[in-house]
């Protein structure tokens, strides 16, 4: 049993899940589940290790392609860590090749967002807000309608520094 918790926890890590599906201690990322069609034009793969945050992320990119006549997905189980993606294609159309392209495009669409953000920071070009004491806040306006201690925070209280 512990040596299945410190397999998991491997996997936490891209890297290390790339390293450990090449070493064989899960044995696939992504599978084809049965009942797809001869030509791969109608598919639902199973996303091991995964959850909603790439499962959305990964049907919003199939279905910006105009070749998809269908693409959902669904959490089989919330204990279990896997997606199952169906992907449908137009004109007997590969699904495979599809997914294949969405994670592509993803990970671009990742990358650009990254680099984006790190410039941000690097440039310190950036919208700075004031924290906000969200007790005091309720305080002050539970007060003001009359329910509460009676005390009403100044604004300058509010502000967190």
């Known amino acids: 049993m512990a040596d299945s918790t410190q397999q998991a ?6 890297g290390t899940l790339q390293a450990s599906v090449l070493a064989g201690i899960i044995p696939d990322k992504i599978t084809i589940l049965p009942g797809h069609e001869p030509d791969y034009s109608a598919c639902t793969f199973c996303l091991a290790q995964e959850d909603h945050t790439l499962g959305n992320a990964l049907r919003w990119m199939i279905m910006k392609d105009a070749d998809v006549e269908f693409c959902g997905y669904s959490a089989p189980h919330p204990s279990e860590p896997k997606i199952h993606l169906r992907i449908q294609m137009y004109e ?21 967002v990254k680099d984006k953000y790190e410039l941000s920071l690097a440039s310190d070009d950036f919208v700075r807000e004031d924290d906000v004491d969200v007790a005091k806040l309720v305080k002050r306006t539970l007060a003001s309608r009359g329910f509460g201690d009676g005390v009403e925070a100044d604004e300058d209280e509010i502000m967190v520094d």
Not at 9 to 14: E, G, M, R, W
């Open 92 to 112: 007997n159309l590969s699904a495979v090749d599809c997914l294949r392209k969405a994670l592509a495009n993803l990970r671009d669409l990742l990358t650009t």
């Open 9 to 14: 926890a491997k996997l936490d890590n891209a």
